[in-house]
Every structure is written in structure tokens, then in C-alpha cells.
């Protein structure tokens, strides 16, 4: 099973359920109405599109539903905003927890997040979050992770092909751009 977490529009889900279609596909996010369309899409027969490995659940990263507990052999979150932003840049211990809690044993965590000091100063200040480097994620965020029940086993800049073939909104808005893309994956433990 995969979970998308901040699923945004549900893009990455839809997508990848229509091409895995022997995984279930759960997308998660706080704000339901970018999810409206695709939601209607999903439950259409497969010859107009819809996919019945495809599922949205409206929950923020705070209040992720214990059904979901220990179910996911993959858990995303890409480029996330807000509160999910805070709790994959900082290391905050409950929410990463959350996290982990969704994740079977040995399940992949990744994550892959942009933020530009310059574009998102209001954001990252708002958030209070530091800006992204290979020191950073190496000597502040590893340990957190791994307190959290996660060992970082990939960290580094995503390649703007790498980033392209996530099939996410995001991911669509930014090619081209001269935004830096951070991408962490971690194993549960």
C-alpha cells in the first residue's frame, strides 16, 4: 500500500494507481477541495479513467487516522507546504512519529520538498524553518529522523528529470525553474 501525504490535487495517486494498478493508492490531505475533481474521476469505469485502487482520506498530518496505522510499504510526501512542511523540514519528533505510525516495518519514507530563501522567506519565517543543505539534513535532520524511528539511507538534490517523472502539480509547475529540490528517502525501522 501507498500513502501520499499532502496529496495536494491527488495527481501523484491518480497516476500511479492507473499504472500500478495491482497497489492501493491512499492520498492524504487537509484541505479536501483540491481533491474534488479527481475524487469524481477516480469512481468512473476504467475506460473513462477511473481507477478503483485509489482512495482520498481528508486528514492533516496531525490527525492521521489510526486505520492507517502500520498499513503503508510506502509513505510520500511531496513538496508539502504549511504544517507538513514544518514537520519534514524541522524534524518535529510527534509529527514525525505520525509518520512513522502509518509505516509497516521497513516501509520507504520520501520526501521532496523546494524552498527558496528568497521566494519563501514569508513561509520559512512564519514557520520558523532554516534553509535546506547537505549539512543541514546531514547533522540536524538525520538524528531527528532517526529518533523518529527512521534511517535516512538517500539524501541530496533532486535532478530537474528526476523531479519530472514524479507526475505530481508541483513537480509540472517547477520545471524549468531554477529552484533547488531536495529529496529525502528513509526506511522505517
Known amino acids: 500500500m501507498v500513502i501520499d ?9 491518480y497516476k500511479s494507481a492507473r499504472l500500478n494498478p495491482q ?8 484541505n ?4 474534488e475533481r479527481i475524487s469524481e474521476k477516480i469512481h468512473r469505469g476504467s475506460q473513462k479513467g477511473g481507477v478503483p485502487n485509489a482512495v482520498f482520506v481528508k486528514a492533516a498530518v496531525e490527525s492521521l487516522p489510526d486505520e492507517l496505522n502500520g498499513v503503508a510499504n510506502q509513505v510520500h510526501v511531496h513538496f508539502p507546504w504549511g504544517s507538513l512542511l514544518s514537520t519534514v523540514a524541522k524534524g518535529e519528533m510527534a509529527m514525525l512519529g505520525n509518520l512513522r505510525r502509518i509505516c509497516a516495518v521497513s516501509a520507504t519514507l520520501e520526501i521532496v520538498a523546494s524552498l527558496d530563501p528568497e521566494r519563501d522567506r514569508a513561509e520559512m519565517q512564519r514557520l520558523g524553518l532554516e534553509a535546506l543543505s547537505l549539512e543541514y539534513l546531514d547533522f540536524v535532520l538525520m538524528p531527528r529522523y532517526k529518533d523518529a524511528g527512521f534511517t535516512v539511507t538517500k539524501r541530496g538534490i533532486l535532478s530537474s528529470s528526476d523531479c519530472m517523472r514524479l507526475e505530481t502539480a508541483w513537480a509540472k509547475r517547477l520545471s524549468g525553474s531554477d529552484r533547488t529540490v531536495w529529496r529525502i528517502v528513509a526506511r522505517a525501522i
Do not use: E, N, S
Open 5 to 13: 501525504v499532502g496529496t495536494g490535487d491527488g495527481t501523484f495517486v
Open 32 to 35: 479536501a477541495r483540491p481533491l
Open 23 to 30: 497497489k492501493l493508492y491512499i492520498g492524504v490531505d487537509a
